[in-house]
């Protein structure tokens, strides 16, 4: 495990990241509650804010991103390159997301500052999936970049083991965890499984790894911020989110909440 505190995509050892990869796993739907954030320009203004430690892109986007910096002149977030992805459009016998970039790629053609990967374990591809992220991890080391693991256990294994209550079992996501740990990523990006006591249960599994909460689908900034708030006070390490970002006509409003929860080790209350 790196040490992550001297990290690029970390800030006083906690990371608020950007996740812009929604135009890959669920499309254009995303988008449709704030037109203007289909185009990238404006999710990469957005990055600038200084509460954002990482960008997260696929491929495709951070090829653009890195003109757009060239071409604006402005700095905008460190890059986290998204590695792996799929698509919403057919219909599948389990989740499996293939590599679209390789780490060298990523980082001897657009300088990226991390690697991101999800992992679907549970899925009837959790196999291929691991041998997948050996590659990355291992190339990731030579690259001397830290990997972020999207930790999403979910599939037909997990549906149809009765020890198990489905994804959003709190068992299941702080197993979710605990393999960031096992199979060597620097940080680990999970679903919050609902409540602060079973974020503690995640954590008892993860030693000095760091983790940061899923956003997950749009809601009002004070339960967002409790969410957040709630992991940090247990150990978590800050955010990963797309949607309660960009879809909101200002998010530089609740991005300055989040930098005071995250960052500054501000209440809700305060933040508000
Ligand atoms: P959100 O904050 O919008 O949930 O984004 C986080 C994220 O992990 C994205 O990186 C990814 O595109 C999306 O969620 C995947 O969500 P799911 O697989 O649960 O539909």
Same mark, same amino acid.
């Given at each position: 495990?790196?040490?992550m505190?001297?990290?690029?995509?970390?800030?006083?050892?906690?990371?608020?990241?950007l996740a812009y990869?929604?135009?890959?796993?669920?499309?254009?739907? #995303?988008?449709?509650?704030?037109?203007?954030?289909a #185009?990238?320009?404006?999710?990469?203004?957005?990055?600038?804010?200084?509460? /954002?430690?990482?960008?997260?892109?696929?491929?495709?986007?951070? !090829? %653009? %991103? =890195?003109?757009?910096?060239?071409?604006?002149?402005?700095?905008?977030?460190?890059?986290?390159l998204?590695?792996?992805?799929?698509?919403?459009?057919? @219909?599948?016998?389990?989740?499996?997301?293939?590599?679209?970039?390789?780490?060298?790629?990523? /980082?001897?053609?657009?300088?990226?500052?991390?690697?991101?990967?999800?992992?679907?374990?549970?899925?009837?591809?959790?196999?291929?999936?691991w041998?997948?992220?050996?590659?990355?991890?291992?190339?990731? =080391?030579k690259?001397?970049?830290?990997?972020?693991?999207?930790?999403?256990?979910?599939? @037909?294994?997990?549906?149809?083991?009765?020890d198990?209550?489905?994804?959003?079992?709190?068992? /299941?996501?702080? %197993?979710?965890?605990?393999?960031?740990? !096992?199979?060597?990523?620097?940080?680990? @990006?999970?679903?919050?499984?609902?409540?602060?006591?079973?974020?503690?249960?995640?954590?008892?599994?993860?030693?000095?790894?760091?983790t /940061?909460?899923?956003?997950?689908?749009k809601?009002?900034? =004070?339960?967002?911020?409790?969410?957040?708030?709630d992991?940090?006070?247990?150990?978590?390490?800050?955010?990963?989110v797309g949607?309660?970002?960009?879809?909101? !006509?200002?998010?530089?409003?609740?991005l300055?909440?989040?930098?005071?929860?995250?960052? !500054?080790?501000?209440?809700?209350?305060e933040?508000?």
């Amino acid at each position: 495990m790196k040490d992550m505190d001297d990290s690029a995509i970390t800030r006083n050892g906690n990371s608020l990241i950007l996740a812009y990869d929604h135009g890959t796993e669920h499309g254009p739907v #995303d988008f449709e509650p704030m037109p203007k954030s289909a #185009d990238p320009r404006h999710v990469f203004e957005v990055s600038q804010h200084d509460a /954002v430690t990482a960008l997260a892109l696929q491929k495709g986007n951070a !090829e %653009y %991103y =890195r003109n757009w910096q060239e071409n604006t002149g402005n700095e905008g977030a460190p890059l986290l390159l998204k590695i792996n992805g799929n698509s919403s459009l057919p @219909k599948r016998e389990d989740y499996y997301s293939p590599k679209q970039c390789s780490v060298q790629y990523a /980082v001897e053609e657009l300088d990226a500052d991390a690697i991101g990967y999800t992992m679907y374990a549970g899925s009837i591809h959790e196999d291929e999936m691991w041998k997948d992220f050996r590659e990355v991890q291992e190339e990731a =080391r030579k690259y001397d970049v830290p990997v972020v693991m999207w930790s999403y256990p979910r599939g @037909k294994g997990i549906e149809e083991n009765p020890d198990y209550s489905g994804q959003k079992d709190p068992e /299941v996501v702080a %197993y979710g965890a605990r393999l960031g740990l !096992e199979l060597g990523a620097d940080m680990v @990006k999970c679903k919050y499984p609902g409540n602060q006591e079973d974020w503690e249960r995640l954590e008892s599994q993860v030693a000095e790894l760091k983790t /940061v909460m899923s956003g997950g689908s749009k809601r009002s900034d =004070r339960a967002f911020l409790q969410d957040v708030h709630d992991t940090i006070e247990v150990s978590g390490n800050g955010l990963a989110v797309g949607r309660n970002i960009f879809q909101r !006509e200002e998010p530089g409003e609740l991005l300055d909440k989040l930098e005071k929860v995250i960052f !500054e080790g501000k209440t809700v209350d305060e933040a508000m």
